[in-house]
């Protein structure tokens, strides 16, 4: 009779408490230096985000007006505003603020009176939703800008236009190096609008509005 050979069980092995600790220890370490950075990386993709968004805003309006050439004092312009997308006409709410006042809409000034009338010849041209909460902003004077025939933003006459706008989060306006998390969206009188993270231009927009930002 042939006798096969025994199978030998292979023995299982676990962890051992030791490795186990181990492995939670390097887990907690990556996951306490990643968690600060995604934090930061989403607040900055929400600051960016806006502040691209209103620079869009800006060039939508500054080409419209252009393209239509309306006879001054009217043109085409943006203004900040807490009902965006009410079915009447929406209204200009001043200066740009955290919350429902963190929206803007793109609209004719046929009349040049710095006020949307959504009719025929004043239609709404684009709708901007509010800004996340976590985001606070500043600006100077009426919080409405407007651009003429030859793409130069409207001097101050019964309202005074915004020049400066800034967004920040919870960090403020503190610098890391050369750059600060905060945004400023300025535009020139001639009408060109640029976005900065100058820590320097950012701070002496901050003056001009006379506000901190948180």
Do not use: H
Request: charged share 15%.
């Amino acid at each position: 009779m042939c006798a096969y050979p025994k199978l030998s069980t292979p023995r299982q092995r676990g962890f051992t408490l030791m490795e186990l600790m181990v492995v939670l220890a390097i887990a907690g370490l990556i996951l306490g230096l990643a968690v600060p950075n995604m934090r930061d990386f989403m607040r900055n993709n929400r600051l960016a985000g806006g502040a691209n968004e209103l620079l869009a805003a800006l060039s939508v309006a500054r080409s419209e007006a252009i393209k239509r050439q309306l006879p001054l004092p009217g043109g085409v312009a943006v203004c900040a505003t807490s009902d965006p997308d009410t079915d009447s006409t929406p209204s200009c709410s001043g200066a740009w603020a955290a919350g429902a006042s963190s929206a803007w809409i793109v609209w004719v000034d046929a009349d040049g009176d710095w006020a949307p009338d959504n009719n025929a010849a004043e239609p709404v041209l684009a709708r901007y939703t509010a800004l996340d909460d976590s985001i606070t902003l500043r600006s100077d004077n009426d919080g409405v800008v407007r651009y003429s025939l030859t793409g130069f933003a409207s001097p101050a006459d019964a309202t005074t236009p915004t020049r400066n706008v800034v967004m920040c989060d919870v960090r403020g306006t503190a610098a890391a190096g050369a750059t600060s998390p905060a945004r400023l969206v300025q535009i020139s009188p001639t009408g060109r609008a640029r976005v900065s993270r100058t820590p320097a231009d950012i701070n002496t927009a901050l003056t001009a509005i006379g506000a901190t930002c948180p």
